[in-house]
């Protein structure tokens, strides 16, 4: 139900747009997260944006690098990556869930989130 898009190899300083999006819902009605896995690491909360107020999170490891957003015309959620990393280096999910809170009061939890997408893949190397 969720399909990710926009992975793939970027240079150490460059940027991808990944975005994720949904055939059988409407996103706006659910707060929407992304995640990251990379070998060997548990799935780590990344950032979030909440389905009524639009307040957003990230984890301290992206602040200030990456944004989260909406597209509502779409039915999609994006999350713009610049200033990329070697160890932001990871399988990217989108997930999606209704009520859950989001916001820098509260921290992104896996186990919040019902409904994931299959991950798309981005490597940050040289």
């Known amino acids: 139900q969720l399909v990710e898009s926009g992975g793939g190899l970027v240079q150490p300083g460059g940027s991808l747009r990944l975005s994720c999006a949904a055939s059988?819902?409407?996103?706006?009605?659910?707060?929407i997260g992304w995640f990251r896995q990379a070998p060997g690491k548990e799935r780590e909360g990344v950032s979030c944006?909440?389905?009524?107020?639009?307040?957003?999170n990230y984890a301290d490891s992206v602040k200030g690098r990456f944004t989260i957003s909406r597209d509502n015309a779409r039915n999609t959620v994006s999350l713009q990556m610049n200033s990329l990393k070697p160890e932001d280096t990871a399988v990217y999910y989108c997930?999606?869930?209704?009520?859950?809170?989001?916001?820098?009061?509260?921290?992104?939890?896996?186990?919040?989130?019902?409904?994931w997408g299959q991950g798309t893949q981005v490597t940050v190397s040289s």
């Open positions: 997930a999606a869930e209704p009520s859950v809170r989001c916001g820098s009061d509260y921290y992104i939890w896996v186990s919040d989130f019902g409904s």
């Open positions: 059988k819902f409407t996103l706006d009605y659910y707060t």
């Open positions: 944006i909440s389905s009524r107020s639009g307040s957003t």
